[in-house]
């Protein structure tokens, strides 16, 4: 089955700041990529999907992009609502497998 | 509204069974895929399996650690989705979320229900 791996597990940053999560598949897995957010106590929210296209309503500071095994989300600018957990995961194929999660504070 | 409504979490001993249902509402609920994903205390998404629809003859995936003890099951005219799980174990402890797989080629979770909470202890 193909692993997916994210980097970092944690992080803190500024509101302001740029902040770039990356998602690696142990095998190429196209486009078929997808972001979650979930915020502390929250249902997961879907952010981004095809690895790059943001979805209805989701600010335009988060953007994705990559494909086949390397992959990253960044926030622009960090906002103080921005504080969440995100995951990858691929859809190409089951096991339809998450990452571990980055969870996002603020410094 | 667009909406997942899960049901039937509790506290259940190791190797006993419980059946969680997920009511949906407000989309065509036959045309769609399912899934259910699960979450342990203060862990990461897992995704334990998926259900398609008609067209696709109702087949069934399911994640490694749970093959062969959770059957998932749907009955479109009820626009409901079931789990039933068998022999569970303690590492089955978690919130089980009901996930609507969007239409088209772009498979992800587009909905998301709230969750129900599923304990096994002793």
């Known amino acids: 089955d193909i692993q997916m791996t994210q980097s970092p597990s944690s992080l803190s940053a500024s509101v302001g700041d740029r902040v770039t999560i990356t998602c690696r598949a142990t095998q190429g897995i196209s486009n078929y990529l997808a972001w979650y957010q979930q915020k502390p106590g929250r249902v997961p929210k879907l952010l981004i999907s095809?690895?790059?296209t943001l979805e209805s309503g989701v600010p335009s500071r988060f953007s994705g992009s990559g494909s086949g095994t390397d992959f990253t989300l960044t926030i622009s600018s960090l906002q103080a609502e921005d504080v969440a957990t995100y995951y990858c995961?691929?859809?190409?194929?089951?096991?339809?497998?998450f990452g571990q999660g980055t969870k996002l504070e603020i410094k | 509204e667009v909406q997942l409504v899960e049901s039937g979490g509790g506290l259940v001993q190791p190797g006993g069974s419980l059946r969680l249902s997920c009511a949906a509402s407000?989309?065509?609920?036959?045309?769609?895929?399912m899934d259910w994903v699960r979450q342990a205390p203060g862990k990461g998404l897992e995704w334990v399996g998926r259900i398609r629809n008609k067209a696709n003859s109702y087949s069934i995936e399911y994640a490694a650690s749970v093959k062969g003890r959770f059957t998932i099951s749907r009955d479109d005219s009820k626009n409901s989705l079931y789990l039933q799980m068998n022999s569970l174990k303690t590492e089955d402890t978690a919130v089980y979320y009901c996930?609507?797989?969007?239409?088209?080629?772009?498979?992800?979770?587009?909905?998301w229900g709230q969750g129900t909470m599923v304990t096994v202890s002793s």
């Open positions: 407000g989309f065509t609920f036959s045309d769609h895929y």
């Open positions: 095809a690895a790059s």
């Open positions: 995961q691929k859809y190409n194929s089951a096991p339809y497998t």
């Open positions: 996930a609507r797989v969007r239409l088209g080629t772009t498979k992800v979770f587009d909905i």
